[in-house]
């Protein structure tokens, strides 16, 4: 069957890329869609983000795992636009993409999805797919007030939305309010909206949070298709499972910088990311001050998850 | 108690001047707050600016009519871009401060006796309603039935108002309905997915403003020319008030919504006004004088807000399923 | 937090400066023009000074007491000529600049000084030019100080909205109500019982607590409960200010009003400025509150289960800290600072149902520089607000004041829009 051929090559040829490369935080890829240098973000004295180099193999799917707190998300909305980098650079295809607001890096075809999904519920599921296709002659103002001028493309939108739909098994849904599906659903409907964008970047920010495990197998084979259609993913998550089971290879973060990478079948053997979860030397006794300044880290890293609730 | 009376204000309100200029101040909330979840407690400045735009270019600039028409709109999106870039940015809660104080300046402006030359202080300006009248087709005479009706003046004024107020409705369907409709309501679900979705959000922001904002100004400028002038203490917050009280009665985010809410609330306002002023005059209720009858209305109008927004919030004719799923 | 201690300290140490600087007396209600007229340093009397309207129609005639003041009223705002007979004037004297005629302005319930100054004509170059200066400084130091009586009432103000916003995250458009509440209240036992206004401003705080209180309970707690969004209850909020305003219309009428005692003060000069002991000892009342309510928020139980709440609703709940009761508490007690605020209100300026309306623009104002949300923001930003609109009238038609201050917070959002000391926000 070609579609079996296909998957084996596109898996094989992105672990073949991945093959013999040293498990060094910031090891160079040989062909990367994303390149990022010398990122930092701090929120007032705390340090949430501090990436020295990272590189994003195309064509593959990559994990980005740390411990709570360890500015994976604050990092996902530098590099997409939504908050701003205190320093550092970053391309994508080769484009600088610093300081390029969030909207122009959708259009470049860097498209995220959010931890707490954003369905966006009293749009029924057809208008939210519709609402992500690009250059849409009917979203300019004057235009739009003239149907003739826009019929036509958004008929050809809704064929795409459908067709997504169906793969996505929400088309019986598709005159529902989004806002009535369940959260699995919601989490679907807002990895087939990214793809009306037609991205060549999905970043998808923990697509398992909160989903029923009925749905979580679909959930992995649609992670898994994204790549076999020639899509580059990278995603946040905390569930290892899934990560062992789907990604060609993983970013450890944590305290906002890349500590290790690796592909996942050894990267939880690694010391720095046992480290990383347990705190070093988990086994020693700890002394007062090692003590202290656990405690403050924990503390500044319950802080800025706080926040980032809160702000929510 | 002189029920005529009473009857008669109270249907006149219903397809009255009230209903024409707080329809379109309605609609152009309802465009803001409805579709696009934009905050503007501001909308009597919009108002404002534009009677004050026709008022002033007539009487103290001496240009015709029309140039102040199109100076009132002028004016009006002028507002809307200064109100815009600082606070579409930011949280919703930054928006509604800032309108209601950016109403607040346009308000103590125009009442300035600094500015007394221009704006005419406290009792503001008139006289410059000639044009507008004098292009009246209808010949003088009575239009109703019996005791209900207007004369050539106000029949006049009603054609063309009605007109504006249907011509808006339009647009604002025509527009809902496109792809542009489409991402002003999404960005009132959730800003953050319309921009990771590659919409300039702060852009359509803008253009919702400016659209709600250019409506509300034609309720400016027949406020004016009904009234025969503009004064600046008509345009306070109660006004713009008013306009989200008829938008959540009609049913937000509904083409006619704020034109049946208009027509009902003006309906309820006048005919429990004129009661209460009747009964107060017959001696009916012994502990209120005529003059307290106003603060009462107003009264029962803030207190019909809360429980229509407690009990209600989709208004007499909105789908309760909508709302609940917004709920979160 | 040590963000919140800086501030906090900031905040101490600017207080302790101003209560170095000392103190004032309020313009009484008044509409017209006035002036004092002296010759070094001696008032001069009997000097004649007519007034007309800028058209020329006589307004007045007077001339100036043993005290060299002089003072017409006059009933329309608006532009009008002063005009002093110089041959009035003792003998070896004239004005200053030659010009024995001025065009002040009259704004809407405001009194405006009309400035002659005087000199022996003998010495023409004896006039030093720095008695202009002097004279500009010595009324910046007065509208300081009148602003930062008026930037503490606007902190008591912020700090109630604030503790409301921060614990239920609502932001209240009916705070302004409260604060005309309060004042009426004390008004209804001042005027309306006969009590002195001491006792009758602190039964009107008790009974501002306690609808505070109850407004919660049966109101906003019912709310929270339905789980209705901050949004939603702040266009609630609206409506409710609306009922309230029109309700103290309907009991206290439309008109200005004042307490029955302490109206009229003589000032008591301190360096270049005047002060009316009420405003002195209403300064002392703001700080000690706002000092007070400082310390228990940082030290009591319930100020930290309080800040813990505005930190995290859930995570508070969820460490035994009952949430609706701290909320209560916060409502009662922003209540009757309102209340307080605006006793002290009605006590320097007059009473109106829209005070509390329009002096909460300027508690936003002040707010929102500071950063929504921040306590120790809100007071920086209050006096701040304060200070700016009673400095700016040098230059700015006292009228149009407030205009200043308003478009100083859109400024202030373009640039900062965390506000001074507010946080950034995240996403995602």
Redesign the interface.
């Known amino acids: 069957m070609p579609d079996d051929t296909m998957t084996t090559s596109r898996k094989a040829s992105a672990l073949a890329a991945f093959k013999d490369m040293p498990r060094e935080p910031g090891v160079p890829k040989p062909d990367p869609i994303l390149v990022v240098d010398k990122v930092v973000r701090r929120f007032g004295g705390l340090t949430a983000v501090d990436v020295d180099h990272v590189e994003i193999q195309r064509g593959s799917i990559t994990a980005l795992i740390g411990p709570n707190g360890a500015g994976k998300t604050t990092f996902f909305n530098q590099l997409t636009g939504f908050d701003t980098a205190d320093a550092g650079a970053w391309t994508f295809n080769g484009r600088a993409m610093n300081g390029v607001p969030a909207h122009k890096v959708a259009r470049n075809g860097m498209v995220r999805t959010f931890q707490l999904t954003k369905a966006l519920s009293r749009l029924t599921v057809l208008e939210n797919m519709r609402l992500g296709a690009q250059k849409q002659k009917g979203e300019s103002f004057w235009r739009a007030m003239i149907p003739a001028f826009w019929r036509g493309q958004e008929d050809e939108i809704t064929e795409r939305a459908e067709e997504l739909l169906v793969r996505f098994k929400l088309d019986a849904k598709r005159e529902d309010f989004a806002g009535s599906l369940s959260g699995g659903q919601r989490k679907l409907l807002e990895m087939a909206r990214a793809l009306m964008v037609e991205p060549e970047l999905v970043m998808l920010d923990e697509p398992m949070a909160g989903v029923n495990p009925a749905l979580t197998q679909s959930l992995l084979g649609h992670v898994k298709d994204l790549r076999e259609q020639g899509m580059t993913v990278l995603f946040v998550e905390h569930d290892m499972d899934m990560v062992r089971d789907i990604s060609d290879w993983v970013i450890v973060m944590a305290q906002g910088t890349v500590i290790a990478e690796g592909p996942p079948s050894t990267i939880m053997s690694d010391e720095r990311v046992i480290d990383a979860y347990l705190g070093a030397h988990h086994d020693a006794p700890l002394s007062d001050t090692e003590l202290e300044s656990q405690l403050h880290e924990a503390e500044a890293a319950l802080e800025a998850e706080i926040e980032e609730e809160t702000q929510k | 108690m002189d029920w005529l009376t009473i009857i008669t204000t109270t249907v006149h309100a219903a397809i009255g001047w009230e209903s024409v200029v707080y329809g379109l101040a309605a609609i152009g909330v309802n465009i803001h707050f409805g579709y696009t979840g934009l ?1 503007n ?1 501001g909308q009597a400045a919009f108002m404002a600016v534009a009677g004050y735009g026709l008022a002033v270019a007539v009487t103290v600039m001496n240009l015709p009519f029309w140039m102040g028409i199109v100076i009132g709109l002028a004016a009006a999106a002028i507002l809307a871009l200064l109100l815009g ?3 579409l ?6 928006l ?3 309108t ?3 109403a ?2 346009v308000r ?2 125009f009442r ?3 500015f ?1 030359d221009i704006f005419g ?2 009792d503001g300006r008139r006289g410059f309603t000639g044009d507008f009248y004098a292009m009246n087709p209808f010949p003088p005479g009575h239009y109703g039935i019996g005791p209900f009706g207007f004369d050539e003046r106000v029949i006049w004024f009603l054609a063309v108002g009605w007109s504006v107020v249907l011509l808006s409705c339009l ?1 604002v369907y ?2 809902m309905k ?6 002003l ?2 960005i ?3 800003e ?10 702060f852009s359509y922001k803008m ?1 919702s403003l400016m ?1 709600g904002g250019i409506i509300g100004c034609l309720a400016g400028f027949f406020y004016g020319l009904y009234n025969g002038a503009v004064q600046p203490d008509i345009f306070g ?2 006004m713009t ?1 008013f306009a ?2 008829i938008v959540i009665l009609g049913g937000a985010a509904r083409v006619f919504g704020p034109v049946v809410g208009a027509m009902i609330f003006w309906v309820l306002f006048v005919f429990v006004g004129n009661t209460l002023a009747e009964l107060v005059r017959n001696g009916f209720i012994p502990f209120m004088t005529t003059t ?1 009858v106003g ?2 209305r ?2 029962l ?3 019909g ?2 429980l229509l ?2 009990i209600r ?1 989709q208004g007499i004719f909105g789908d309760k ?2 709302i609940a ?4 | 937090m040590r963000r919140a201690v800086i501030a906090f300290t900031a905040f101490l140490g600017g207080l302790i400066f101003l209560l170095a600087v000392p103190a004032h007396a309020d313009p009484a209600d008044c509409q017209g023009l006035r002036g004092t007229l002296k010759l070094q340093g001696q008032p001069v009397n009997g000097a004649k000074i007519s007034v007309t309207t800028e058209g020329g129609q006589p307004v007045e005639e007077v001339t100036s007491n043993a005290q060299g003041t002089w003072d017409v009223q006059v009933d329309e705002p608006g532009k009008y000529k002063v005009t002093l007979d110089p041959s009035s004037l003792p003998a070896d004297s004239e004005v200053r600049g030659g010009s024995n005629v001025r065009t002040p302005t009259v704004y809407e319930g405001n009194c405006s000084t009309v400035l002659f100054a005087l000199q022996p004509k003998a010495a023409p170059g004896a006039a030093p030019e720095d008695t202009g200066q002097s004279t500009f400084w010595e009324q910046a130091a007065q509208l300081t100080f009148e602003g930062v009586n008026l930037g503490l009432i606007i902190a008591l103000g912020a700090l109630g909205l604030s503790l409301i916003y921060g614990t239920t995250g609502l932001t209240n458009f009916a705070h302004g109500e409260l604060i005309t509440l309060g004042a009426v209240i004390a008004y209804a036992f001042n005027v309306g019982f006969g009590l002195q206004l001491i006792p009758a401003a602190i039964i009107a705080i008790i009974v501002s607590g306690a609808l505070g209180y109850g407004q919660d309970r049966l109101f906003w707690g019912q709310l929270r409960k339905r789980g209705t969004g901050t949004i939603a209850m702040m266009i609630i909020s609206i409506g409710m200010a609306i009922l309230l305003r029109n309700l103290i219309q309907f009991f206290f009428g439309a008109q200005n009003d004042s307490y029955t005692d302490y109206n009229t003060q003589a000032g008591i000069e301190i360096g270049p400025i005047s002060a009316a002991p009420k405003n002195l000892w209403a300064i002392g009342i703001e700080l000690a509150v706002l000092i007070v309510v400082g310390i228990a928020l940082m030290k009591t139980r319930t100020g930290k289960a309080a800040r813990a709440v505005a930190d995290n609703p859930a995570l508070a709940a969820s460490s035994g800290i009952n949430v609706d009761r701290i909320i209560r508490i916060i409502w009662a007690s922003g209540s009757a600072i309102a209340a307080l605020a605006g006793i002290m209100l009605g006590l320097s300026q007059s009473l109106k149902f829209t005070m509390g309306q329009d002096i909460l623009l300027l508690i936003f104002a002040g707010v929102t520089l500071g950063g929504l949300g921040t306590a120790f923001g809100a007071l920086v930003g209050s006096l701040v607000v304060g200070i700016f609109i009673q400095v700016s009238t040098l230059w700015v038609p006292p009228e149009l004041k407030s205009v200043g201050a308003l478009a100083v917070l859109i400024i202030v959002l373009l640039f900062r829009p965390q506000g001074i000391l507010g946080r950034r926000e995240r996403i995602g």
């Open positions: 905050l407690f870039i600082p606070t940015q930011l949280r919703a809660d930054y509604a401060i800032v209601i104080a950016a607040e300046i103590l402006v300035s006796v600094y007394k202080g406290s647009v025509l527009l496109s792809p542009w409709g489409r991402v309501k999404a009132r679900e959730d953050d997915a319309v921009r990771a979705l590659g919409k300039n959000v253009q659209l917050t109660e008030f989200y009280t307290q603060p009462i107003y009264a109008v803030g207190l807000f809360i927004l407690v919030p399923r909508e799923i917004n709920a979160r």
